[in-house]
């Protein structure tokens, strides 16, 4: 019978591992990684919002969860995006709006309306980093403004924020979901 040693074996999957280690690509410097500063129960992770008679070619604003640091740390919000649009719904931007200017949050709102803010004519906040102080949250919220190109089969969903705390770069999706239904 053979004898075989084990421990060329260990070493040589040892110097497999750490060569594929060295093989993948580096961190980047400012990478996002994974966050937790912003509250996850705010209004519009508790349900859906909409409407059952929209039509193709309308705009409508969705407003993005309220940003509100709990953490003890400040953050500085310098990206959002929804991060499902399904087919028939074109997003044409993001913005950030005062909730005392718009005399509330918007739950969606459609472009034309009497109780829809004018945003065109609004201090849009959106074209800087937007601080939120450590545990607190803020009068400034997001929202995406979009199009509907077809009937939507799906609906919008997923809120993600990109902020920097303490020199670091992290992303944080919040549920909030959005359904356009259109009469066919």
Not at 19 to 37: I, K
Not at 98 to 112: F, H, I, V, W
Not at 113 to 128: G, H, M, V
Request: net charge neutral.
């Amino acid at each position: 019978m053979r004898r075989v040693s084990v421990i060329p074996l260990v070493s040589l999957a040892l110097l497999a591992a750490f060569t594929v280690a060295e093989c993948s690509p580096p961190r980047e410097a400012g990478q996002a990684v994974p966050g937790n500063a912003l509250a996850t129960d705010g209004v519009q992770s508790s349900g859906t919002v909409g409407t059952e008679h929209a039509r193709v070619g309308e705009i409508w604003y969705f407003a993005l969860p309220v940003p509100n640091n709990t953490s003890s740390t400040p953050i500085a919000i310098t990206k959002v995006s929804v991060l499902h649009i399904p087919a028939g719904i074109k997003v044409l931007g993001y913005g950030a709006y005062d909730l005392n200017d718009t005399e509330g949050l918007p739950l969606p709102a459609k472009e034309g309306e009497t109780y829809t803010p004018d945003f065109a004519r609004l201090k849009n906040y959106a074209t800087k980093p937007l601080k939120v102080p450590a545990g607190k949250g803020g009068d400034i919220f997001y929202l995406a403004k979009m199009r509907i190109t077809a009937p939507p089969k799906e609906t919008v969903r997923e809120c993600r924020f990109e902020y920097e705390q303490g020199g670091r770069t992290y992303v944080q999706t919040l549920d909030c979901e959005l359904e356009l239904k259109v009469a066919e």
